[in-house]
């Protein structure tokens, strides 16, 4: 598995320069359900998306609500988590994306690459490259990927 640009990735997004240490990491299909062993390669915590958000229910709730704001919010105290080493690598984040409409996914990628600022933690979101071509238009990947936060394997 050839990890360099992840590597490059994770030390741009794991130091201090950013205001707002977020990256997105596409994977190729080989690298689908290797999130957890791609984050220790990276000397990275590992959490699963899917998992957060179904442990962020309400008891006894009958519905998955995954609306934008709840994300950010679930994203923002992840990223101020005191008990990670300050390196995490998401999987699943398409689980989130797939319940959203374009211009709240558009909204999510937004808080995420701009408005998500001072964290403890890095944060790169690992999905694969289809689910972020239909979440996140051409051009704002283009922007990420400017700024030197989108890698892909």
């Keep these: 598995m050839a ?11 794991g130091g201090m320069a ?4 977020t ?3 596409c994977l190729g299909h080989r ?13 990275a915590d590992h959490a ?21 704001l709840r994300q950010a919010d679930l994203m923002r105290r992840l990223s101020n988590d005191e008990g990670s ?5 998401v999987a699943n984040f398409d689980f989130g994306l797939s319940g959203l409409a374009p211009d709240d996914a ?7 690459r701009t ?12 999905l694969p490259q289809r689910a972020l071509d239909l979440s996140l238009p051409a051009h704002e990947q283009q922007e990420w990927d400017d700024e030197g936060r989108l890698a892909r394997l």
């Design 106 to 112: 558009s909204r999510l990628w937004s808080y995420l």
């Design 48 to 68: 699963d998306w899917t998992d957060r958000l179904l442990s962020d229910c309400a008891p006894g709730a009958h519905r998955l609500s995954c609306s934008w």
């Design 85 to 89: 080493s300050g390196r995490i690598v």
């Design 23 to 25: 990256g997105i990491l």
């Design 115 to 126: 408005d998500l600022v001072h964290c403890r933690n890095a944060i790169i979101v690992a």
């Design 3 to 13: 990890l360099e640009d992840a590597r490059r990735l994770m030390a741009y997004v």
């Design 18 to 21: 950013l205001r707002c240490r």
């Design 31 to 43: 690298d689908l359900g290797a999130e957890a062993d791609i984050a220790a390669r990276l000397r």
